[in-house]
């Protein structure tokens, strides 16, 4: 709509833009950014020169992470708008006042000076300065004696820095902890599982594969390992994610990470597990649903854009989000090749210790000894309807409603009408399982 002296109103399905200018220069600004062109004869030049217009907030809570579409790209990114990097408390930050007598032994006892390294460096020095200006046998012995010296040395600083932590299980803290091991098991159990350190939004869909969000990622590890510096007589499960490991006890959640101890109360953890639909550009997870295919290039239809000559199609699957989250500051979002195991893990730890006072009982009145209280009655595992909403038990009319209404913002079908038919095809499914379970939800408490 032309508004006389070369001003413009244009209009799409991304809402309403505005350009001004004459022939051979223009500036338009529109929900893409705002952008100069300059140029005749078929030849024109292009610029952005400001960030695009969102009414959506980019940074802040992981929480709606589960509830986007993402891609990881090995490259760098034009057009990006924003970007979000999910930062963690260091492990000596997490702690409450129940961990504070345990963690402040436990950290004392690990964080002991050691001479290990400064004895061997010497001796090992000494036998080399023997062996070259000296006599070749007597440094040849030396350097024999110092390597005995320093395994003895290594094994007895290992040993002074090593705190004892034994727990006694009554039987009800025996099945809870059988409990917490069984949905640990459960996500060990997933063929892939990656840490996700950074988000990055962009606009650039065309280059992306259609996805709106490129994440980095790293690889995570879940096994019954023995905790570092850590001897127990139960051995737990531990999640390596990065430079930080958690290690999961019958009393609390232990964050272990340069050389120091933190801990988080299992009443205080916040768990959370969702899907997203991932155009996958690596490993292929034999786990993982395929939901869709998409193209390395996109146009606006949805089809493969032929001015690339190495446009490809890339798989798009269905993985699970799982989110670590403490108000002392643990904050760990993961992606999880199987959805079922996610979900099963967060089932689990919420039923067999997920309103817990102190699990277990550890010998020689060390801190975390149980009070001695009869254990909390189990909670009633929750209705499918409340996990596919993500709501707990208790969850009120209102909060039911916000819950539905959100989601239905996340998965609307005309949320990804601009991409591919696989993307609308997935929103449109998602979106009727919301319904269904809304619905059913409605029907059983006579909303």
Not at 21 to 27: E, H, L, N, W
Not at 372 to 396: F, K, S, V
Request: glycine residues 10%; contains cysteine; proline residues 5%.
């Amino acid at each position: 709509m032309s508004l006389g002296g070369g001003t413009r109103l244009n209009f799409s399905k991304r809402g309403v833009g505005v350009s001004t200018g004459v022939r051979g220069f223009r500036v338009s600004s529109s929900s893409r950014g705002t952008f100069v062109s300059v140029g005749r004869a078929g030849i024109r030049y292009t610029q952005r020169i400001g960030m695009p217009h969102s009414n959506v907030s980019h940074s802040g809570h992981a929480s709606n992470v589960p509830f986007q579409n993402v891609q990881r790209v090995p490259v760098a990114v034009s057009g990006a708008y924003a970007q979000e990097q999910i930062n963690t408390a260091a492990a000596e930050q997490l702690r409450d006042s129940s961990s504070v007598a345990v963690l402040d032994q436990i950290n004392g006892t690990v964080g002991e000076t050691s001479y290990f390294f400064l004895i061997t460096l010497c001796l090992g020095l000494l036998a080399f300065l023997v062996l070259i200006f000296g006599n070749t046998a007597i440094g040849a012995l030396l350097g024999a004696l110092t390597a005995g010296i320093g395994f003895y040395l290594h094994g007895l600083d290992v040993k002074n820095r090593t705190f004892p932590l034994f727990f006694e299980l009554d039987d009800a803290s025996s099945v809870k902890w059988k409990a917490t091991c069984a949905a640990l098991q459960a996500l060990a159990n997933s063929n892939k599982i990656w840490q996700i350190d950074t988000k990055t939004y962009t606009y650039d869909l065309k280059r992306n594969a259609g996805a709106g969000t490129i994440v980095q990622r790293k690889d995570v590890q879940v096994r019954t390992a023995a905790a570092p510096f850590i001897a127990s007589n139960l051995e737990p499960y531990c999640i390596v994610a990065g430079g930080q490991t958690l290690v999961f006890f019958p009393d609390r959640l232990y964050v272990y990470e340069n050389k120091r101890y933190g801990a988080v109360a299992y009443e205080a953890l916040q768990l959370e597990t969702g899907t997203t639909n991932f155009v996958e550009t690596g490993f292929i997870p034999h786990d993982s649903p395929r939901v869709g295919t998409t193209w390395r290039y996109v146009n606006k239809s949805g089809g493969p854009d032929r001015r690339f000559n190495n446009n490809v199609q890339i798989p798009m699957m269905q993985y699970g989000v799982l989110s670590l989250k403490s108000a002392t500051g643990l904050n760990l979002l993961f992606h999880v090749s199987s959805f079922p195991a996610s979900s099963s893990f967060v089932a689990g730890i919420q039923t067999a210790i997920g309103r817990q006072g102190a699990s277990g009982q550890t010998s020689a009145g060390r801190p975390g000894a149980g009070s001695g209280q009869a254990p909390p009655r189990p909670t009633a595992p929750r209705p499918p309807y409340l996990i596919e909403l993500g709501l707990d038990l208790n969850c009120t009319k209102e909060q039911a409603s916000s819950r539905y209404h959100e989601l239905a913002k996340a998965y609307h079908p005309d949320l990804v009408s601009h991409l591919a038919p696989e993307f609308r095809l997935v929103a449109e499914e998602r979106m009727k399982s919301i319904n269904v379970a809304y619905a059913e939800l409605k029907t059983a408490r006579g909303w």
